[in-house]
């Protein structure tokens, strides 16, 4: 048609003709005769809600125009996003209104388990859903194994209380399973044996004069996204930004410095830093302290006696520098993680240079790798050697955000229930090769990744029954091959999703959820720029399908069910501990329940009772409208003078806190701190166990058979795991520095591909010991020879038509996780996902 | 005389691709088909160096609303139906428009069969009668019975679902088959005192909209200091869109 209409066109041209005579001119105005009718947009509103695309979770707002979802931005009050978002928001409409979405409940027809293997899914009636559902936790229940029911956790709201906990421990399991782990414990972990909080930072991007980040792009993900991308131009100009990655982010393109150090050696790179810092006598005084006579005797090689040194704030330092750091030096670094040592020397001249106002941003890339927790304790030590921990520029805890917590429930347990949750979980939290310390505990946290491991061996139990919500976990975690046989064999699965995914392969029944940001109910609580914030998910318009709210529509189904079947107790420890905070009406219904729960847990806001500082709201209908609380901004130095939260009170650079910790995890297992490393698979014995230091980092695959290491990162346009059914995601994927659109791409350095005989675009296969995968090649100089890159994400083989290329059975590009090996990082309990544990061969085909 | 035009700030621009969404969802485009990107908005990205003296860089483009635009030169018919407004907006007549593709053949900053990798201004809709978007007409469910479709999705919402109405008396939200379309710098909200949607999405700030020909104004301010550039200044097009300062710090 339109070759032909051209043609005539020039045919027109030559005769003369007027090409105005075709269709449409004729009704219109002159084209200059100047603009009257411009309506402009047509009526709508915006609606208060929250974006979960990633852990930011912005205030976010949605406009709506004849009840549909139609454009999304920040939330106006918010004082870290200001307003507006990242890309994430926006591509968040093709979620709400993914073609795929699931319409009904719907049941597995065909027994056999397997990947590939079509369930042959049936709809349903949501009343069957739920009796088949009751009736499979009255068989645990009847036969004195309600332990083996498993809650699998993904993507929550703080509503999560309600199905997570209080579900799972009134029925009588212990095994409320989170995702946690997955996502960053091994951070935490060098934040919480340094300065005692088992928590991510917030940052003072606006304040600092050096920045620091290591192992994350924050202008892409990690925790402030929008209020991070506004903020680093600025930075750029004001401030010195140093990237430590092996892969060059949209961060270290940006910054003055980019450090591309070997994958996991980030402690011999932060290691050397410190070095330099203290032999040049460049630390922060009014921190950490100094010398009693004030000369500065830390000399290379030379061991210094620790009553030389007065601290201050800090503990441990001459036992840090006697055990790790003496020898570190910047061209033994240098030599360990394939860097300049004259710019790591650099690096440390400038942040003394602008101490104490130094943010040093560590992400999960610098230690979700299976020796990776002292990586996080040696780069986070470098904020408190230049002061800026706890401090103006630095790197900040967060303010209180007073939410009500969890009501009181243990009267609904009965003696099946408070027996059965002592019970160990299914994740072998606690067990000698897994201290997991979360909290400075043994087992004190969650290893996801580990269920798999005791649902295989059975060990504690087997697993009957396992409900998933928000979650994927054959897919994301590393190790999928050890998944899908877990999932294979439990008997009876139910998953809560928004659309299919390759969890709800393995399921007996998929229930419908609503999406978050647009349908969803609930809140969640979050810090960034200074300030807490509490934020409300609102249903923001009426879904195209019948939609349920996982954690609180859910239980109370389930407890009306169970309820009938002659077990009352999770159905009346709803109704009795979620009442209206305003009328002290008990809840008779879904609906009610999740408007109860809601202004309970946030009530302390809104109803005027108790000044908590921050915004002023005045009523819940304020609250709703608004959508959101900003608290008062950070205190810096909150926790200096001793108010620290470790076992000494003080930034530890020698963890008394770690020491204790994995003394009572050895004491438990009747074995010593020595054995414990062992078998955690860590190389440091003896007093090193209990300092920032550097472990060669492990890898998984002979280099001679695998010669390449391979690097996960994550995609700007990941909304979490679950964008990739959006057309826009492909269209845009070339926004990630290095990749393409419309592909899935493996990045390799020039000098390897050429090694390789690979040229741009070539279908490759990736191998490792733990399967392979097919992708696109891209040679790219942003990457370090030695290594390949590629963003988790792409390769579902049943998530949707466009994130899969034939649903159910074949994938669209490949998942990481199939080629990261199954490994944890076991002080923490993390999945071991970053940090170039994976060895990998490319082969063209 | 006013002269809109934007200047992108590439030092405080990361690249991150929430402009050129925010438009696909302020201004419905259709997804990537048929040849045709219909990305108002887009990206082009520069590599240089060899490692570890790697440069990246990331620009945005759009349309550049030339003082001295092909396009319009191109359009064939009468009265144009891309034209010049009073305030230097290259503007598209839906109505007028013949769908006989000049315009997009003449822009040097447009193509005609558009490959990934790709950008171009000006996009063609599609032959007379084809779907906005055939990802919304696609009738198969991937789990029969269980799951939605396009087309039973925009059969319940619209088309797109997420389609943002507005009215403007040249250009529709959803464009008709068998037209050319392209950024109109978002005159229905320019009009109404509002930004460019891309303007009012951009997370660093990194766009500034405005009347060049206003020496005080923060446009002609911005492009005076930092000397800013155009580009393909080469073809005579007087683009503006102008862009300033660098992407780097090093």
Same mark, same amino acid.
């Given at each position: 048609?339109?070759?032909?209409?051209?043609?005539?066109?020039?045919?027109?041209?030559?005769?003369?003709?007027?090409?105005?005579?075709?269709?449409?001119?004729?009704?219109?105005?002159?084209?200059?005769?100047?603009?009257?009718?411009?309506?402009?947009?047509?009526?709508?509103?915006?609606?208060?809600?929250?974006?979960?695309?990633?852990?930011?979770?912005?205030?976010?707002? &949605?406009?709506?125009?004849?009840?549909?979802?139609?454009?999304?931005? $920040?939330?106006?009050?918010?004082?870290?996003?200001?307003?507006?978002?990242?890309?994430?928001?926006?591509?968040?409409?093709?979620?709400?209104?993914?073609?795929?979405?699931?319409?009904?409940?719907?049941?597995?027809?065909?027994?056999?388990?397997?990947?590939?293997?079509?369930?042959?899914?049936?709809?349903?009636?949501? =009343?069957?859903?739920?009796?088949?559902?009751?009736?499979?936790?009255?068989?645990?229940?009847?036969?004195?194994?309600?332990?083996?029911?498993?809650?699998?956790?993904?993507?929550?709201?703080?509503?999560?209380?309600?199905?997570?906990?209080?579900?799972?421990?009134?029925?009588?399991?212990?095994?409320?399973?989170?995702?946690?782990?997955?996502?960053?414990?091994?951070?935490?972990?060098?934040?919480?044996?340094?300065? $005692?909080?088992?928590?991510?930072?917030?940052?003072?991007?606006?304040?600092?004069?050096?920045?620091?980040?290591?192992?994350?792009?924050?202008?892409?993900?990690?925790?402030?996204?929008?209020?991070?991308?506004?903020?680093?131009?600025?930075?750029?100009?004001?401030?010195?930004?140093?990237?430590?990655?092996?892969?060059?982010?949209?961060?270290?393109?940006?910054?003055?410095?980019?450090?591309?150090?070997?994958?996991?050696?980030?402690?011999?790179?932060?290691?050397?830093?410190?070095?330099?810092?203290?032999?040049?006598?460049?630390?922060?005084?009014?921190?950490?302290?100094?010398?009693?006579?004030?000369?500065? %005797?830390?000399?290379?090689? &030379?061991?210094?006696?620790?009553?030389?040194?007065?601290?201050?704030?800090?503990?441990?330092?001459?036992?840090?520098?006697?055990?790790?750091?003496?020898?570190?030096?910047?061209?033994?670094?240098?030599?360990?993680?394939?860097?300049?040592?004259?710019?790591?020397?650099?690096?440390?001249?400038?942040?003394?240079?602008?101490?104490?106002?130094?943010?040093?941003?560590?992400?999960?890339?610098?230690?979700?790798?299976?020796?990776?927790?002292?990586?996080?304790?040696?780069?986070?030590?470098?904020?408190? +050697?230049?002061?800026?921990?706890?401090?103006?520029?630095?790197?900040?805890?967060?303010?209180?955000?007073?939410?009500?917590?969890?009501?009181?429930?243990?009267?609904?347990?009965?003696?099946?229930?408070?027996?059965?949750?002592?019970?160990?979980?299914?994740?072998?939290?606690?067990?000698?090769?897994?201290?997991?310390?979360?909290?400075?505990?043994?087992?004190?946290?969650?290893?996801?990744?580990?269920?798999?491991?005791?649902?295989?061996?059975?060990?504690?139990?087997?697993?009957?029954?396992?409900?998933?919500?928000?979650?994927?976990?054959?897919?994301?975690?590393? $190790?999928?091959?050890?998944?899908?046989?877990?999932?294979?064999?439990?008997?009876?699965?139910?998953? %809560?999703?928004?659309?299919?995914?390759?969890?709800?392969?393995?399921?007996?029944?998929?229930?419908?959820?609503?999406?978050?940001?647009?349908?969803?109910?609930?809140?969640?609580?979050?810090?960034?720029?200074?300030?807490?914030?509490?934020?409300?998910?609102?249903?923001?318009?009426?879904?195209?399908?019948?939609?349920?709210?996982?954690?609180?529509?859910?239980?109370?189904?389930?407890?009306?069910?169970?309820?009938?079947?002659?077990?009352?107790?999770?159905?009346?420890?709803?109704? =009795?501990?979620?009442?209206?905070?305003?009328?002290?009406?008990?809840?008779?219904?879904?609906?009610?329940?999740?408007?109860?729960?809601?202004?309970?847990?946030?009530?302390?806001?809104?109803?005027?009772?108790?000044?908590?500082?921050?915004?002023?709201?005045?009523?819940?209908?304020?609250?709703?409208?608004?959508?959101?609380?900003?608290?008062?901004?950070?205190?810096?130095?909150?926790?200096?003078?001793?108010?620290?939260?470790?076992?000494?009170?003080?930034?530890?650079?020698?963890?008394?806190?770690?020491?204790?910790?994995?003394?009572?995890?050895?004491?438990?297992?009747?074995?010593?701190?020595?054995?414990?490393?062992?078998?955690?698979?860590?190389?440091?014995?003896?007093? +090193?166990?209990?300092?920032?230091?550097?472990?060669?980092?492990?890898?998984?695959?002979?280099?001679?058979?695998?010669?390449?290491?391979?690097?996960?990162?994550?995609?700007?346009?990941?909304?979490?795991?679950?964008?990739?059914?959006?057309?826009?995601?492909?269209?845009?994927?070339?926004?990630?520095?290095?990749?393409?659109?419309?592909?899935?791409?493996?990045? +390799?350095?020039?000098?390897?591909?050429?090694?390789?005989?690979?040229?741009?675009?070539?279908?490759?296969?990736?191998?490792?010991?733990?399967?392979?995968?097919?992708?696109?090649?891209?040679?790219?100089?942003?990457?370090?020879?030695?290594?390949?890159?590629?963003?988790?994400?792409?390769?579902?083989?049943?998530? $949707?038509?466009?994130?899969?290329?034939?649903?159910?059975?074949?994938?669209?590009?490949?998942?990481?996780?199939?080629?990261?090996?199954?490994?944890?990082?076991?002080?923490?309990?993390?999945?071991?996902?970053?940090?170039?544990?994976?060895?990998?061969?490319?082969?063209?085909? | 005389?006013?002269?809109?035009?934007?200047?992108?700030?590439?030092?405080?621009?990361?690249?991150? !691709?929430?402009?050129?969404?925010?438009?696909?969802?302020? @201004?419905?485009?259709?997804?990537?088909?048929?040849?045709?990107?219909?990305?108002?908005?887009?990206?082009?990205?520069?590599?240089? !160096?060899?490692?570890?003296?790697?440069?990246?860089?990331?620009?945005?483009?759009?349309? @550049?609303?030339?003082? @001295?635009?092909?396009?319009?030169?191109?359009?064939?018919? /009468?009265?144009?139906?891309?034209?010049? /407004?009073?305030? !230097?907006?290259?503007?598209?007549?839906?109505?007028?428009?013949? !769908?006989?593709?000049?315009?997009?053949?003449?822009?040097?900053?447009?193509?005609?069969?558009?490959?990934?990798?790709?950008? #171009?201004?000006?996009?063609?809709?599609?032959?007379?009668?084809?779907?906005?978007?055939?990802?919304?007409?696609?009738?198969?469910?991937?789990?029969?019975?269980?799951? #939605?479709?396009?087309?039973?999705?925009?059969?319940?919402?619209?088309?797109?679902?997420?389609?943002?109405?507005?009215?403007?008396?040249?250009?529709?939200?959803?464009?008709?088959?068998?037209?050319?379309?392209?950024?109109?710098?978002?005159?229905?909200?320019?009009?109404?005192?509002?930004?460019?949607?891309?303007?009012?999405?951009?997370?660093?700030?990194?766009?500034?909209?405005?009347?060049? #020909?206003?020496?005080? #104004?923060?446009?002609?301010?911005?492009?005076?200091?930092?000397?800013?550039?155009?580009?393909?200044?080469?073809?005579?097009?007087?683009? @503006?869109?102008?862009?300033?300062?660098?992407?780097?710090?090093?």
């Amino acid at each position: 048609m339109k070759i032909k209409r051209r043609d005539f066109l020039k045919l027109s041209a030559a005769t003369g003709l007027a090409a105005a005579a075709f269709k449409g001119s004729t009704l219109n105005a002159l084209a200059d005769a100047y603009r009257p009718g411009i309506g402009g947009e047509k009526p709508g509103y915006w609606v208060a809600s929250t974006c979960q695309g990633c852990t930011t979770w912005c205030p976010a707002e &949605v406009f709506v125009q004849d009840g549909r979802a139609v454009k999304v931005r $920040g939330n106006r009050h918010s004082k870290q996003n200001e307003g507006v978002l990242c890309p994430r928001g926006h591509l968040s409409l093709q979620q709400v209104y993914d073609p795929d979405r699931i319409k009904t409940p719907m049941k597995r027809t065909n027994p056999v388990k397997g990947r590939g293997v079509d369930p042959k899914f049936v709809p349903i009636s949501w =009343d069957e859903a739920y009796n088949t559902i009751a009736d499979k936790m009255m068989e645990l229940r009847k036969n004195n194994e309600s332990e083996k029911y498993a809650l699998m956790r993904g993507r929550y709201t703080y509503m999560r209380d309600i199905l997570y906990e209080v579900t799972t421990k009134v029925f009588g399991s212990p095994n409320s399973i989170s995702h946690s782990s997955m996502c960053a414990e091994a951070e935490k972990f060098g934040v919480f044996y340094t300065e $005692g909080k088992w928590e991510y930072r917030d940052y003072d991007l606006d304040n600092a004069k050096y920045i620091l980040i290591w192992g994350c792009d924050p202008v892409a993900s990690n925790r402030m996204v929008p209020a991070a991308i506004k903020r680093l131009g600025n930075a750029i100009e004001r401030a010195t930004v140093a990237a430590v990655d092996p892969r060059l982010t949209t961060s270290a393109a940006k910054a003055q410095e980019w450090v591309p150090l070997n994958p996991g050696t980030d402690a011999a790179v932060a290691g050397a830093i410190a070095h330099v810092m203290l032999t040049e006598g460049i630390w922060h005084k009014e921190f950490v302290g100094d010398f009693k006579d004030g000369k500065n %005797l830390f000399k290379a090689g &030379v061991t210094v006696d620790e009553a030389a040194f007065a601290e201050k704030e800090s503990h441990g330092l001459v036992k840090w520098w006697n055990l790790a750091l003496k020898d570190m030096t910047p061209k033994k670094a240098a030599e360990i993680a394939a860097v300049d040592a004259d710019q790591l020397v650099r690096i440390a001249r400038g942040m003394a240079k602008a101490a104490p106002n130094v943010c040093v941003w560590m992400g999960p890339g610098c230690c979700m790798q299976p020796r990776g927790a002292y990586n996080s304790m040696a780069v986070h030590a470098l904020s408190a +050697l230049t002061g800026g921990v706890d401090n103006v520029g630095g790197s900040l805890q967060g303010s209180k955000n007073p939410t009500n917590k969890v009501p009181k429930y243990d009267k609904h347990m009965d003696e099946v229930a408070k027996k059965k949750t002592k019970l160990k979980k299914i994740d072998q939290r606690g067990y000698l090769n897994l201290p997991a310390l979360g909290g400075g505990k043994s087992g004190g946290g969650v290893s996801t990744n580990n269920c798999a491991t005791g649902m295989l061996a059975k060990d504690p139990y087997d697993i009957k029954m396992v409900v998933g919500y928000m979650n994927n976990f054959v897919f994301s975690n590393n $190790g999928t091959d050890k998944w899908e046989k877990a999932m294979e064999a439990v008997p009876f699965t139910v998953h %809560l999703t928004t659309v299919a995914s390759e969890f709800s392969m393995y399921s007996d029944i998929v229930l419908p959820c609503r999406t978050n940001l647009f349908e969803r109910i609930g809140f969640v609580k979050t810090k960034a720029n200074r300030h807490a914030t509490c934020t409300l998910l609102q249903s923001t318009i009426e879904p195209v399908f019948t939609v349920i709210n996982e954690e609180t529509d859910y239980p109370w189904h389930i407890g009306q069910k169970l309820k009938e079947r002659g077990f009352p107790n999770l159905a009346d420890c709803l109704t =009795d501990i979620f009442k209206d905070p305003e009328t002290g009406k008990a809840p008779t219904s879904a609906a009610e329940l999740t408007e109860y729960a809601l202004k309970y847990y946030t009530s302390p806001f809104w109803d005027g009772k108790k000044d908590v500082g921050g915004d002023k709201i005045k009523g819940w209908d304020e609250m709703k409208r608004r959508g959101m609380w900003n608290s008062d901004a950070y205190k810096y130095k909150s926790q200096w003078g001793g108010k620290f939260s470790t076992v000494t009170k003080k930034f530890e650079f020698y963890s008394e806190t770690l020491k204790k910790a994995l003394t009572g995890h050895a004491e438990k297992h009747k074995v010593d701190v020595d054995k414990v490393m062992e078998a955690a698979g860590y190389t440091a014995r003896g007093e +090193l166990a209990f300092v920032p230091h550097y472990e060669p980092p492990k890898q998984n695959g002979d280099p001679k058979q695998f010669p390449l290491i391979f690097i996960d990162y994550k995609s700007r346009l990941n909304r979490e795991g679950r964008s990739q059914n959006c057309p826009w995601y492909y269209e845009f994927k070339h926004v990630d520095p290095g990749d393409v659109g419309e592909q899935d791409t493996v990045r +390799l350095n020039p000098i390897d591909g050429k090694a390789l005989g690979l040229k741009d675009g070539d279908k490759v296969k990736i191998s490792s010991i733990g399967g392979s995968i097919e992708c696109v090649a891209r040679l790219w100089e942003g990457v370090k020879p030695g290594t390949v890159s590629k963003s988790f994400g792409q390769g579902h083989w049943a998530v $949707g038509r466009t994130a899969s290329k034939v649903f159910g059975k074949e994938a669209r590009g490949g998942n990481n996780n199939t080629i990261i090996p199954w490994d944890l990082e076991r002080l923490s309990g993390s999945n071991a996902r970053n940090g170039g544990h994976a060895m990998v061969k490319i082969e063209k085909v | 005389m006013t002269q809109y035009a934007m200047v992108i700030d590439l030092k405080k621009c990361v690249g991150c !691709g929430a402009c050129a969404l925010a438009c696909k969802t302020e @201004n419905n485009t259709a997804l990537r088909h048929a040849g045709q990107a219909h990305n108002f908005a887009d990206f082009q990205h520069e590599t240089s !160096g060899k490692f570890p003296k790697t440069k990246y860089m990331t620009r945005p483009v759009l349309c @550049n609303h030339c003082s @001295n635009a092909p396009c319009v030169k191109a359009c064939p018919v /009468t009265p144009k139906a891309m034209f010049k /407004t009073k305030d !230097g907006i290259t503007m598209h007549n839906d109505e007028r428009c013949i !769908g006989c593709r000049a315009c997009q053949e003449a822009c040097p900053y447009s193509k005609m069969d558009v490959k990934i990798g790709e950008t #171009s201004v000006i996009s063609y809709t599609g032959d007379e009668g084809a779907p906005h978007d055939p990802f919304f007409t696609n009738k198969t469910e991937v789990i029969p019975g269980c799951t #939605s479709s396009g087309a039973e999705l925009a059969g319940k919402t619209d088309m797109p679902p997420h389609r943002t109405k507005y009215d403007h008396p040249d250009y529709k939200d959803v464009r008709r088959s068998n037209i050319t379309e392209k950024c109109i710098f978002c005159e229905h909200r320019v009009k109404k005192g509002q930004e460019p949607y891309c303007v009012a999405s951009c997370p660093a700030r990194a766009r500034i909209f405005g009347d060049i #020909s206003d020496p005080n #104004s923060e446009v002609a301010q911005l492009v005076k200091k930092y000397k800013g550039t155009v580009l393909k200044p080469e073809k005579g097009t007087k683009p @503006n869109v102008f862009y300033i300062r660098s992407y780097n710090a090093r």
